[in-house]
């Protein structure tokens, strides 16, 4: 299978795209910032949604469960200490990397389509048979708590049958 | 006045509403759909006056239920709220029919300049 080229992006966009994510949905807990450490790859949750065109590839948005759930407590203004169910958190991964590819997308070449978001817990590493090779990885940190956000070529919602 | 809204998002329709309270358009009945196919259903049932709508969604998209509405006769004020907000899908949303795209992330104030014209022709 043939890797798509890297789309032509700079580190610098997506994390404009998703600071404006976060400012519009996720300010009141805190600001976007670029992270002092990177996400530590054994706990994490991946949301992923795919772009079809000219170039085809993944958007993800990766962080710990914990800070997932404080994500998605943060758009439904749900009060500290009510519970967040694992429903919800999905939903609200799935709408963050649904707005952070939308947006990625539209700084891509014309004709490209998104699918819709897929959300992954823990482990990280995408699944057996899926060829992808990262073209961009942006370690940020909202409020003290790491935040990865990684473009990539291949497609992790595709079955890639196995030898 | 009474305002469908569709997306397969429930986080994404509670913020919907919150921005439309936040915009200062409360007081409206709102009226929740999960895709376009429940959208449609929604119309026949609730009969709107303004339908806000995602675009990418399972079932029949929002493109796809505009399509339907129009071609059914039906001229329901409509708008896409979407993550994609490229020309060519506005182009695609307003030769299909609608009235504005919106993109995702929004603001009140991006509501409020987007919808105060059309909430004022309803």
Excluded at chain 1, 85 to 107: Q, R
Excluded at chain 2, 61 to 71: D, K, M, N, S, V
Excluded at chain 2, 107 to 122: I, K, Y
Aim: with cysteine; proline share 7%; aromatic share 6%.
């Amino acid at each position: 299978m043939t890797i798509a080229p890297a789309p032509e992006l700079e580190l610098e966009d997506i994390r404009v795209v998703t600071n404006d994510v976060w400012t519009s949905f996720l300010a009141t807990y805190g600001p976007l910032e670029w992270a002092a450490e990177p996400l530590d790859e054994h706990e994490v949750v991946r949301a992923s949604v795919a772009i079809h065109g000219d170039w085809c590839g993944t958007v993800s948005l990766e962080m710990t469960p914990a800070t997932a759930e404080t994500a998605a407590r943060t758009m439904l203004h749900i009060e500290d200490g009510a519970v967040v169910e694992d429903v919800d958190v999905t939903d609200a991964l799935g709408e963050l990397v649904n707005m952070i590819g939308g947006n990625i997308k539209s700084l891509l070449p014309s004709g490209s389509t998104l699918g819709l978001p897929m959300v992954i817990p823990a482990p990280v590493l995408p699944p057996t048979g899926v060829e992808h090779t990262e073209h961009y990885r942006v370690e940020l940190a909202w409020a003290g708590t790491p935040i990865r956000i990684r473009v990539w070529s291949g497609d992790e919602s595709k079955d890639i049958p196995q030898p | 006045m009474k305002i469908l809204i569709v997306d397969d998002s429930r986080v994404m329709r509670q913020i919907v509403i919150r921005t439309l309270r936040q915009a200062g358009m409360d007081g409206h009945d709102v009226v929740e759909a999960e895709n376009g196919r429940q959208g449609l259903d929604a119309v026949a049932e609730h009969a709107p006056d303004l339908i806000l709508s995602d675009w990418n969604m399972p079932e029949l998209t929002g493109i796809e239920f505009l399509h339907a509405l129009r071609g059914s006769g039906d001229e329901t004020p409509f708008g896409f709220v979407t993550s994609e907000g490229t020309p060519e899908m506005v182009t695609r949303a307003q030769q299909g029919g609608a009235l504005f795209v919106i993109t995702k992330p929004f603001t009140a104030e991006s509501f409020r300049e987007q919808l105060d014209a059309v909430l004022g022709a309803v």
